[in-house]
């Protein structure tokens, strides 16, 4: 069985691409092969800048013969059918088969499709590869039509047996393939002709080309940590980079060099941004220091002098490019230090949405939500506002403009210089995260009233103009949003009924879209101050319609129903996250909706720890029955509430208890609801489960001895109003009818 | 031809070895284009000569103007008047890397000592409604040139594809003399009677062009100039075909480019002043497309794109 080589020599090959594109050609082509019928034994593919190899082992030398079996009309059909029969098994009358069956005589075909030879089924497949191939960005060049990430020079592709080798002959828009390569570009010796893999990649490497990538990344990684480790210092981990240079060279040489003095005081992340993004370098730190003092740059080849001119020539380039660095960050700090109000008002040039206006006008709408959150996080209103106004400075700072990456950060180091207070500086950093599942979550108060209220910004101003995420497209990350302000809520612990914010949040983007016409915009004011004092929108609208004399502006009354749709809306949109958020931590849905259906639902922290409770409870026996015996309640109680046409809702008197069950459960009830309700006024979830529990008993005695549906009409009622005790009662800890089960 | 096996000695013996590289490899050595450009692709012999059939060769010097990049001469890198050096061959041969590192080696940098890589950079220009893929070329680090395969220019197709080297003078330069600060570097040979760096030539203009560029050029006036270039590029594409005067059929797709050039350009002014907003500029950089984009369609019907006789 022979093995087979394929190599596609090629020019540079971005190395973001090559180890998705090494995949693809291992895909692409075993999938071709086998369904061809070619079956093998081992697959691996490799690349390097310049070459995609895939390596065959073991592979059948040609594809066996398939039989296959058609029925066809039956005797004596139409002759019309039977042509057409034989036309589409491609044979003729006397190759046709009689059968009976129990339906007659039938004709049957066996159509037999020889096997192919490897070669010819190979170079078939490679080449709808190759013209085909998924590649993130493609090409032409020259005259020609074929397209490749940058233009395709030579196709090895060659079989091996124990007979030889042999070319497997193919021709791709004019390149034609053969059973040559070349090493590496500088270091190697020209074309040179292979026998088999490991002829192929021993000849690689005696002209200088690591074909595995991840061989390459490992020299690196041990060169660059030996070079480190010998001067007392070590190198900053970075997989991402480790990765994209062993793209980048074929013969990887590790090199160490300074930083000149001059700029090892700028702050490390920017040493560090500069180093990586503009010259694919690593950072090297002294641990003694914690700076960072020297990087490491990965050369494409040996030279005479052991790397000396390249090192030289990378540590010039890094003079230049970190004297850029230094030239923002003096910049940045003189115009820090003067107050910072040249950022800011580059700020209102700078367009946030078309729709929902400049930066700047963004910045002075969640400041003032800023300072509406501060009392609620414990957090000084007047700092959360100057933070607020602080923590999008940065984006004007030269650095920042550079380096996008940096945002928030450089914010974080200007503060000092602006003269604000550590926790302003904090903030602004701090008031991006957490921007994924794993990112630590800010705790500090002013960060937290700043994170809160630019998030929220953004979400009621994306549902203001109803521009709302829809299936995969999320543009403005709106998601991720939601999910910050969950687990900033939850984390931290917070009581925040949400509605109040959105409320004022959405009317503050109103004010801003809309307050042309000036009667509404000062109603919207004053609508504004009143959420602040009720905490509800419907009430503040009704205290502001009331002061007005006479018909309310159109634009107001429409407000009265579409501010609270928008608002509801986006409510529904946190319980979606949320059910994400604690399905990821194993709580069930139905356990999340029964928690939903219950009042305050805007409140995340009340609504999660409700939710947590109720899994603890349901999953313990008592829960497990006492919800069955909710559930055999409800369902009787609305049986009868259908038949009779009434609702069974209170009532339930203890002297017409005639079983020792029934008498039982009014006491347990008695009991109980006291101390339930007490728990639920607490917030405390887990009592109230707990006291939930102390009624699993009485309830599953009382289904035992007593006959709900009593002959007798007064002690019909009187149970049911008993029943409907209960119902109401689980009603006040969860909406139990959405509980599964 | 200069002597290849040594090292230049000056800003000028680079740039003349270019010129001797590119012309014996068979490229029409071309002059500077006679306008304000930014980079050496706006040179009609690559916008516009990149579009169509017929077969195209030039090399040539470009001075380009940025600016924003302008710092008093004070920068040891950034300039806001430099030169290019422009290559375009149509279509693209499929030795041009090795064509290119021929070059490299003709300047003076030895192969077997320096750190060559071809590192991904693809290329777009939005004013011109063109792009491509390539790289950005690096020597030990350093980006010494930009290396395109043209798949787009003006919104059209490149067939055949060109492939175009734009070598940033004075950064590679700087390298291949081993100066560091660009005003230091020998223009012309250091032993001349009247030896001259490139600050002697340049080190006033650059503090007088970055005084006017971000302080004193007259926005109103250079936002009058944009619009009148805009409506005159218009103006001569809307023309007739048949030239009234001589019978013949003359599009003017070239006094039209030179329009858009100059909108260009009065753009990067407009915004090293800073007064052009983050949604204006994209506004701006729309209008320049546009301009570029009915220049192509014009060029794309003449002669010199089409290969057809006269």
């Not at chain 1, 008695?670 to 009624?695: C, N, T, V």
């Not at chain 1, 006040?732 to 959405?738: F, I, R, Y």
């Not at chain 2, 071309?30 to 169509?52: C, I, K, N, W």
């Amino acid at each position: 069985m022979p093995d087979l080589l394929i190599e596609l020599f090629s020019e540079e090959i971005p190395a973001r691409m090559q180890a998705r594109a090494a995949d693809d050609l291992k895909k692409r082509v075993t999938d071709g092969l086998v369904a061809a019928g070619l079956t093998y034994g081992n697959a691996a593919s490799f690349s390097t800048p310049r070459r995609l190899t895939l390596a065959l082992e073991g592979m059948l030398a040609e594809s066996p013969t398939v039989r296959e079996e058609r029925k066809g009309p039956k005797v004596g059909a139409p002759e019309k059918a039977i042509e057409g029969f034989l036309r589409g098994a491609g044979l003729t009358m006397d190759q046709l088969e009689e059968r009976d069956t129990p339906k007659g005589a039938v004709y049957f075909a066996t159509i037999e499709k020889p096997g192919r030879p490897a070669a010819e089924i190979v170079a078939e497949v490679l080449e709808d590869t190759i013209r085909n191939f998924p590649w993130p960005k493609s090409m032409r060049w020259g005259s020609g039509a074929l397209r490749w990430v940058r233009p395709l020079h030579s196709i090895l592709c060659i079989m091996t047996d124990e007979a030889g080798t042999t070319v497997v002959p193919m021709d791709v828009e004019g390149i034609t393939s053969g059973d040559t390569t070349e090493g590496h570009r500088f270091m190697g010796a020209g074309r040179f002709a292979v026998t088999g893999f490991e002829d192929y990649a021993a000849k690689l490497k005696r002209d200088h080309v690591i074909l595995s990538a991840e061989e390459r990344a490992e020299t690196i990684w041990a060169d660059a940590q030996n070079l480190a480790f010998a001067q007392g210092l070590e190198v900053v981990d970075d997989k991402g980079l480790l990765a994209e240079v062993a793209g980048l060279v074929e013969w990887p040489v590790t090199l160490m060099g300074d930083i000149a003095e001059d700029f090892l005081n700028l702050p490390p992340e920017v040493l560090q941004t500069s180093m990586k993004e503009h010259q694919k370098f690593f950072s090297v730190k002294n641990p003694k220091t914690g700076r960072i003092e020297k990087f490491i740059t990965v050369a494409n080849r040996e030279t005479k002098d052991n790397g000396a001119t390249i090192l030289a020539g990378n540590q010039k380039v890094l003079f230049a490019r970190l004297s850029d660095a230094k030239f923002f960050w003096e910049n940045d700090v003189r115009t820090a230090k003067a107050g910072a109000s040249e950022w800011t008002e580059k700020l209102a040039n700078v367009t946030f949405h078309n729709k929902l206006g400049s930066q700047a006008e963004r910045i002075d709408r969640f400041a003032e939500l800023a300072r509406d959150i501060a009392p609620l996080v414990n957090a000084d209103a007047d700092l959360a506002e100057k933070a607020a106004r602080w923590a999008k400075a940065d984006l004007s700072s030269e650095m920042v403009y550079e380096f996008p990456e940096l945002q928030g950060l450089m914010g974080r180091y200007y503060a000092e210089f602006a003269g604000h207070p550590a926790e302003v500086a904090a903030a602004a950093t701090e008031h991006y995260s957490p921007l994924g599942p794993s990112d630590d979550v800010p705790v500090a108060p002013i960060s937290v009233a700043v994170a809160l209220a630019d998030k929220l910004d953004v979400l009621t101003g994306f549902w203001a103009i109803d521009e709302k995420p829809t299936g995969s497209k999320d543009p403005f990350a709106l998601r991720r949003a939601a999910l910050g302000v969950i687990r900033l809520v939850v984390e931290n612990g917070l009581k925040m009924p949400l509605d109040r914010f959105f409320d004022a949040q959405l009317l503050r983007h109103e004010i801003e879209q809309n307050g042309d016409d000036q009667a509404s915009k000062s109603l919207m004011g004053d609508l504004l101050k009143e959420i602040a004092d009720h905490g509800v929108f419907g009430a503040a609208m009704r205290t502001v319609v009331d002061a007005v004399d006479g018909d309310l502006p159109e634009h107001i009354e429409e407000l009265k129903t579409r501010l609270p749709d928008t608002s509801v809306d986006l409510l529904s949109f946190f319980h979606d996250r949320l059910k994400v958020f604690l399905r990821d931590q194993g709580i069930r849905h139905d356990v999340i909706d029964a928690c939903i259906a219950m009042e305050g639902n805007d409140d995340i922290a009340l609504l999660v720890n409700r939710a947590k409770a109720l899994q603890t409870f349901l999953g313990t026996d008592d829960g497990e029955n006492l919800l069955q015996g909710f559930k055999r309640a409800n369902n009787i109680l609305t049986q009868a509430e259908e038949k009779d046409g009434v609702e069974y809702s209170f009532g339930a008197d203890a002297k017409f208890a005639k079983e020792d069950a029934e008498k039982a459960l009014f006491e347990a009830l008695d009991r109980f609801e006291p101390s339930i309700a007490e728990a639920i006024k607490g917030e405390d979830f887990a009592a109230a489960m707990a006291g939930l529990a102390g009624l699993r008993a009485p309830i599953d005695g009382f289904f035992e001895a007593v006959q709900v549906n009593s002959d007798d009409e007064i002690l019909r009622r009187n149970r049911l109003n008993l029943l409907s005790r209960i119902r109401q009662l689980c009603a006040s800890v969860a909406d139990l009818t959405k509980v599964e089960g | 031809m200069a002597d290849t096996d040594s090292k230049p000695r000056s800003f000028q013996e680079i740039i003349l070895r270019l010129q001797n590289y590119w012309a014996a490899k068979g490229c029409a050595v071309l002059q500077p284009y006679d306008m304000e450009v930014g980079a050496g692709t706006f040179h009609p012999a690559t916008t516009l000569r990149s579009l169509g059939q017929k077969p195209w060769a030039a090399a040539y010097v470009q001075p380009s103007r940025r600016p924003t990049d302008g710092r008093y001469g004070e920068n040891p890198n950034r300039l806001q008047h430099y030169y290019q050096y422009q290559v375009l061959i149509k279509p693209s041969p499929p030795d041009l890397q090795e064509l290119y590192l021929g070059s490299l080696a003709a300047i003076g940098i030895d192969m077997e000592m320096h750190d060559i890589r071809f590192v991904e950079d693809d290329w777009e220009s939005p004013t011109l409604g063109a792009w491509g893929l390539g790289w950005e070329v690096w020597c030990d680090g350093m980006e010494v040139s930009q290396f395109t395969y043209f798949q787009q220019v003006g919104g059209h197709d490149c067939h055949p594809v060109s492939g175009e080297l734009t070598y940033g003078l004075e950064r590679l330069a700087m390298y291949v003399l081993g100066v560091d600060h660009v005003m230091d570097m020998p223009f012309n040979d250091p032993q001349s009677p009247i030896a001259l760096t490139y600050g002697d030539v340049f080190k006033q203009t650059e503090e007088e062009y970055a005084r006017w560029n971000f302080d004193v050029a007259n926005t109103e006036v250079l936002l009058r100039h944009f619009e009148e270039a805009e409506a005159e590029c218009e103006a001569i594409l809307a023309q007739e075909h048949l030239d009234p005067k001589t019978g013949k059929t003359i599009i003017m797709a070239h006094p039209a480019y030179d329009q858009c050039i100059k909108a260009s350009h009065i753009f990067n002014l407009l915004d090293a002043r800073g007064v052009i907003s983050v949604t204006e500029r994209q506004a701006y950089i729309g209008r320049v497309r546009a301009l570029a984009k009915q220049c192509a369609d014009a060029f794309a019907q003449t002669r010199a794109a089409t290969g057809e006789a006269a």
